[in-house]
């Protein structure tokens, strides 16, 4: 399993970003995917996550601002990133595991991993 996340940068608090993860190497489509960051200092903090059927969830703190989705055509997670606060600076990382239904969410601990994409907001 192999997990490429793109996207990350620098952007003024109120801005937007769209993170990109690439996979490869399982069945896509069947997987539950999340998006966990981290930042300097604290532990690591699962964001959203996205069952084989599109069911998503989301930790409080970026509800309402960020949005999950996957083009499974090109086995693809995206995260997109609205309103973006200095608190949301982290390193962004794409995951992957075999949970089903309601067991998919960035509450679990998952198996696969990229290596991640920095994301600033100043």
């Known amino acids: 399993v192999q997990l490429v996340e793109s996207g990350g940068g620098s952007v003024q608090a109120g801005g937007s970003l769209r993170l990109s993860c690439a996979a490869s190497g399982y069945t896509y489509s069947s997987y539950c995917m999340g998006w966990f960051r981290q930042a300097p200092g604290k532990e690591r903090e699962g964001v959203a996550a996205i069952d084989s059927d599109g069911r998503t969830s989301y930790a409080d703190s970026v509800k309402g601002r960020f949005n999950i989705s996957k083009d499974n055509t090109e086995n693809t997670l995206f995260l997109h990133m609205n309103s973006l606060k200095p608190g949301d600076t982290a390193m962004y990382y794409c995951?992957?595991?075999?949970?089903?239904?309601?067991?998919?969410?960035?509450?679990?601990?998952?198996?696969?991993w990229g290596r991640g994409t920095q994301v600033t907001v100043s």
């Open positions: 995951s992957a595991d075999s949970y089903r239904g309601s067991a998919c969410s960035a509450r679990r601990s998952f198996t696969y």
